[in-house]
């Protein structure tokens, strides 16, 4: 039976990983919300890094939606896998719709398959909603992976 992302993430918890990598293509947008998310709420000494297979640039959205929640990235720039520090301890990859870059070293990993807020784009409000419907699903579940429960951000708790 495949484990649900809610699982998985309690599982990566408790392994308690002082540093954890999010992976997707581009290095442009998922991964580096989920960085700064992620580095903004990681418990004291754990250490947070994107990177991709094909790293380009940060998106301006991804820079932009997450101001709106106050978490400046704007200083974060793609990287490739060869630019991650090691060790790592956990690795989460965020592709949806491309083939996911393969981490191989033997650390826990889970697949987040969460579709990319840049495909579809028709117009600014529409690719920031999208950017932010992206960001409020990482913020449940990064605060599941570093602190044992999903959080969410907003009004609705």
Known sequence: ???????????????????????CVANSARSQIAEGI????????????????????????AVAVLHEIGIDISRQVSKGLDEVERPVDAVVTLCAEEVCPVWLED??????????????????????????????????????VLHGQPSRIGSDG
């Open 1 to 23: 039976m495949t484990k649900t992302w809610v699982e998985e993430a309690k599982e990566i918890f408790s392994y308690k990983p002082g540093h954890i990598l999010f992976l």
């Open 38 to 61: 992620a580095s903004s709420i990681a418990p004291t000494g754990v250490r947070v890094s994107s990177a991709g297979s094909n790293p380009t640039s940060v998106r301006p959205e």
């Open 107 to 144: 650390v826990p990993h889970i697949h987040w398959a969460l579709p990319d807020p840049v495909i579809g784009i028709a117009g600014e409000k529409k690719t920031l909603d999208a950017f932010r419907k992206a960001r409020d699903e990482l913020v449940r579940r990064i605060n599941m």
